[in-house]
Structure formats: C-alpha cells, structure tokens
C-alpha cells in the first residue's frame, strides 16, 4: 500500500481545512467527526475526507489514514446511517469519485482504473477510464457519463473532456478545475479557450452543444449559468 504526504494529498485533492458535508443523513466533517440525523457522533480512523456517496442507507466516505511520522494511506470507509458501524478499507491509489453503475457501488482511482464492491471486497473491474476522471452523471443502469481534466502540468496530458458510456458520444475540450454538471437535464460545462471561457449546454443523450456563450464571472455552481 503506497504512502502519501498529507501536504500533498491535500493540493492534489483540493481540499479545504474546515470543510464539511451533510445529506439527508449524516454531516461529516473533514477531520473524520460524523453526526447522525438524530444526533449520535463518531470519530473516524480517517481524517481528509473529501468525497461521499450514500446508496441504500449505506454511506461511503474517502480519506486518509495517518502515521506518526505523517505519511497517510486512502481509504474508504462505510457506515450506515445509524452509525452503528464501520468497515475501512484500504487502496493503493487515491479514490477519485465513488458512484453507482448497474445498481452496485464503484470508485475510480485518480488512475482511472474501476472497481466494483461485491461481497464486502472492493474487485477489480476491466473498465479503465482516463485518469482523474469523475462520474457526473449515473442513472445507476447502464448509463454514465464520464469527465475527465487536461493536466495543468506542461509535460503532462492535456486532453479532456467528456463522454457517454451508453449512448456512445465523446466531446472533446478543454478543462481543468472547474468539473462539468448535470444542471436541468443537460450537461453543463465550462470550457478554457485562450484564455476565455465559454459556458456550453450539452444534451445527454446526443452529446450535442446546444448553447455557448462566452462567460467572465463563473459562479461557485455553474448550475446557476444561464
């Protein structure tokens, strides 16, 4: 299992000190302290948390465990809403985003390789997805639509973009932190254009551009583009 410097998992994930997430369940916090909807507190053996999905009554949450010598480990941990238990498990690359395909909980790696939790084992699957990608859209059947960013790094892979794993379309474009969105049934998108913006509306199921304009101010959800 690799070792990773928590200084460095923290800027390559982008995460913020105090940052804090609730559904209609649980509230977590980044340091690994979870409340329940009616209350009850836990303290988790990982701390840097910075994805979640809850399937089920079933909440998956991603982050580090640490040593004393600083270095960490990723980890996904699983917790029902009543909080009555907990099952960790470690990876050997981070966990990028967790989501559903054909009803059964996966996660990308920031390497892009796919697995599939079965049986309480996390399993390799043979699907491999460009790496840093995220899932934006699931309709936890077939259907998925895949994002992945340009490397900000020089040497690095500079294509992006997005595409769908059912209906078979691919849009290429430039982007790097801010991740596409499924906003009123459409996908929508920023994309970096020498040094401009263009905000662009796609149709789920052609993968065709429907609206673009160009876009100063980009706000904190883009689901608020018009």
């Known amino acids: 299992m690799k070792k990773y410097k928590w200084i460095f998992a923290v800027a390559l994930l982008v995460l913020t000190a105090y940052q804090a997430s609730a559904n209609n369940f649980i509230l977590w916090k980044q340091d690994g302290s979870v409340t ?5 507190k836990i303290q988790l053996e990982i ?3 910075y994805d979640s999905l809850e399937y089920n009554s079933i909440n998956y949450l991603t982050g580090f465990k640490i040593d004393k010598e ?6 996904i941990v699983q917790i029902p809403n009543d909080l009555s238990s907990t099952q960790y498990w470690p990876f050997e690359s981070i966990p990028n985003d967790i989501f559903i395909h054909r009803e059964t909980v996966h996660v990308i790696t920031m390497n892009g390789e796919v697995y599939e939790l079965n049986d309480a084992k996390w399993n390799l699957t043979n699907k491999q997805f460009p790496r840093e990608s995220q899932i934006v859209y699931s309709d936890h ?3 998925l639509i895949v994002c992945h960013p340009a490397s900000m790094e020089k040497t690095g892979d500079h294509n992006s973009g997005c595409f769908s794993a059912a209906n078979n379309w691919k849009l290429g474009f430039i ?6 969105k499924v906003c009123n049934g459409q996908l929508y998108l920023v994309e970096d254009s020498n040094n401009s913006k263009l905000f662009k509306q ?4 052609t993968g065709t551009v429907v609206k673009s304009s160009p876009v100063k101010n980009v706000p ?4 608020n583009l018009k």
Do not use: E, H, R
């Not at 329940?36 to 009850?40: D, E, F, H, P, Q």
């Not at 600083?70 to 980890?75: I, Q, R, T, V």
């Open 36 to 40: 329940s909807a009616n209350g009850k």
């Open 47 to 49: 701390q840097g948390i």
């Open 70 to 75: 600083g270095n960490n480990s990723p980890y």
């Open 141 to 143: 059947k077939d259907n």
């Open 175 to 180: 982007w790097f932190n801010i991740v596409p």
């Open 202 to 205: 796609v149709n789920l199921v």
């Open 220 to 223: 904190d959800d883009i689901c």
